[in-house]
């Protein structure tokens, strides 16, 4: 996942838009981006987080960093926010010093203060983050709302300080997904990360998604966690095996040649929301999307 670091260089007041936070989701770095904040990221310093690194298989780390760099990303740091000590985030406030240190345009000798805003698509960790740094910097609880769906964030939050040195506030934004989703896998992507609201989409149709990213990457956890005898790209025999084992099940009427009868027949949303659900949480292994 990924989150965008905007940075802002202030005094009392917010003067100087000095960059970005960025931050992404892990499983995926690059359609997870928002294209529209490119133009704005461009001029100015910014860094590029890279979020939930234990749920993305980076294997091939140099040739993601490769990738960004092409895009025109250079500074970048994987994180994980929930972890109680992530050495990465102990990198966060060097690096944005470093960062506006080396940039005359928005370096202001006489200022040491710093305000920086974090922004991303929704559901990338962006307040996860935010409640990282101060617990690493202040050793104080969290001071921003987080949640497993998007839309936890409805507002820009006033600044919250997550370092006293040098003094470094944060402005916690909403996610923020481009007007126009460049392909239907992106957008697929996208919701089976969380980034939407799952029914928009559909779970049935999110969870077939994700059994065929997981057949197509060879990961077979699903297997043995849902009690399968092999791997199955029919998404309607997963989620029927899913629901049994899971006695998710519900009661329906059915007509008959007899008159109407109660039956009991497997709860296909209960599953594929769990299976969504288990991805989401890293039980079927570290994947990257893109």
Not at 51 to 60: E, F, P, Q, T, W
Not at 71 to 83: I, M, P, Q, R
Not at 271 to 290: C, H, N, P, S, T
Request: with cysteine; hydrophobic share 40%; proline share 4%.
């Amino acid at each position: 996942m990924s989150v965008t670091f905007e940075l802002l260089s202030t005094l009392e007041d917010v003067k100087w838009l000095i960059g970005f936070l960025d931050t992404w989701l892990k499983h995926i770095p690059l359609s997870g981006r928002n294209p529209v904040f490119q133009e704005t990221l461009d001029v100015r310093p910014h860094l590029l987080v890279l979020n939930k690194m234990d749920l993305a298989d980076v294997s091939d780390k140099k040739d993601l960093l490769e990738k960004l760099a092409k895009k025109g990303v250079k500074n970048v740091l994987f994180t994980d926010c929930l972890k109680q000590r992530d050495d990465n985030v102990k990198k966060v406030v060097p690096t944005v010093v470093e960062l506006i240190e080396s940039s005359p345009r928005f370096s202001r000798c006489e200022n040491t203060n710093y305000c920086l805003m974090v922004i991303g698509v929704p559901n990338v960790g962006k307040s996860s983050f935010i409640n990282s740094l101060r617990r690493t910097f202040l050793k104080k609880g969290r001071a921003s709302r987080v949640g497993g769906e998007p839309g936890i964030t409805k507002a820009v939050l006033t600044k919250i300080q997550v370092c006293g040195r040098p003094i470094m506030h944060l402005l916690d934004t909403p996610g923020v997904l481009p007007p126009k989703i460049e392909s239907v896998e992106t957008g697929m992507k996208l919701a089976l990360c969380g980034t939407i609201l799952d029914h928009l989409v559909g779970e049935d149709i999110i969870a077939d998604y994700l059994l065929y990213s997981l057949n197509r990457l060879e990961k077979f956890s699903y297997v043995g966690k849902y009690d399968l005898e092999q791997p199955s790209d029919d998404i309607h025999y997963v989620l029927k095996r899913i629901a049994v084992k899971l006695r998710k099940t519900q009661r329906v009427k059915a007509i008959t040649g007899f008159g109407n009868i109660t039956v009991t027949v497997p709860n296909y949303t209960a599953a594929a929301y769990d299976f969504i659900r288990a991805f989401r949480k890293g039980e079927l292994g570290q994947v990257m999307l893109d």
